[in-house]
């Protein structure tokens, strides 16, 4: 009989999150449950899958990188007992909460931003009208926005793991106008009940082209006369996206210390 062994909190932590990404990530009947890409984190593939709170602290007070405290507004602690719990949440609202200093700081968070959104449309490009997520003007860009201004307003009264509601609070402390805080959170929407549809009816993977069939179940759940109008709802919607993200977050000159890359990935979805 096999004699149970001990083992460093470290690597108990280290092999329980392998073990939980690969039943997420196990292939069922219909596919993986979730997607789970374990590259996108400080040290890139070669480090460790679970790190200390210490760490965890000790990293975004020192060393993470603007992408990084992006996603890092979307975080919550979704288990773990309130002695964990709590000391948690904590570092998170002290990683989120150092606002820029001076003009400059501001201009510099901003142009990383804005850098990581060029980046992504390089590398990682919208493959059809129907990628949601990643087109010009689509579900990233509306994002972007939401995630860079919450990070040069690093105040807790505009953070929310959630865009529409984050856009909002933006608005009403002066970040952003109310008029693109509408126009933003009316795209979020439309994005992301575009997106649900389109995965129901197609899968999960993005399609170059909707069979006719398909197309037609689409446009009427979205009240569009056929397949050129609901295009052109989404040009429009793409186009004023577009606009506001070019407004809030432009192309500038790179300040001194704007960040080019990271070696641990970038935060693509």
């Given at each position: 009989m096999a004699r149970a062994r001990a083992l460093s909190a470290g690597t108990y932590?280290?092999?329980?999150?392998?073990?939980f990404v690969a039943a997420l990530t196990a292939p069922g009947r219909e596919g993986p449950l979730y997607e789970v890409d374990m590259r996108l984190r400080p040290s890139g593939s070669k480090g460790p899958v679970a790190v200390s709170l210490s760490a965890f602290r000790r990293y975004h007070a020192e060393s993470a990188w603007?992408?990084?405290r992006m996603a890092l507004t979307r975080a919550r602690v979704v288990a773990g007992p309130p002695a964990l719990a709590g000391p948690l949440r904590a570092a998170i609202a002290t990683a989120l909460?150092?606002?820029?200093?001076?003009a400059q700081d501001r201009a510099r968070v901003l142009h990383d931003v804005r850098h990581m959104r060029e980046r992504l449309a390089r590398e990682r490009p919208a493959s059809s009208p129907w990628d949601i997520k990643r087109r010009r003007g689509g579900l990233m860009d509306v994002e972007f926005v939401a995630q860079g201004l919450q990070l040069v307003a690093a105040s807790p009264a505009c953070r929310s793991q959630s865009t529409r509601t984050a856009l909002?609070?933006?608005a009403r402390l002066g970040e952003i106008s109310m008029a693109d805080a509408r126009l933003l959170r009316?795209?979020?929407?439309?994005?992301?009940a575009l997106q649900g549809l389109i995965r129901i009816i197609c899968g999960h993977d993005v399609p170059d082209t909707i069979a006719p069939a398909s197309l037609e179940i689409l446009t009427g759940e979205v009240g569009a006369a056929d397949a050129a109008g609901l295009l052109a709802r989404m040009d429009r919607m793409?186009?004023?996206v577009t606009s506001v993200f070019d407004r809030l977050i432009p192309l500038t000159d790179a300040p001194d210390g704007a960040q080019g890359g990271h070696?641990?990935?970038s935060?693509?979805?």
């Open positions: 932590y280290v092999r329980l999150a392998h073990a603007t992408w990084e909460g150092h606002a820029p200093d001076t909002l609070r933006l009316r795209a979020d929407l439309f994005w992301r793409a186009d004023d070696g641990g990935g935060p693509a979805a």
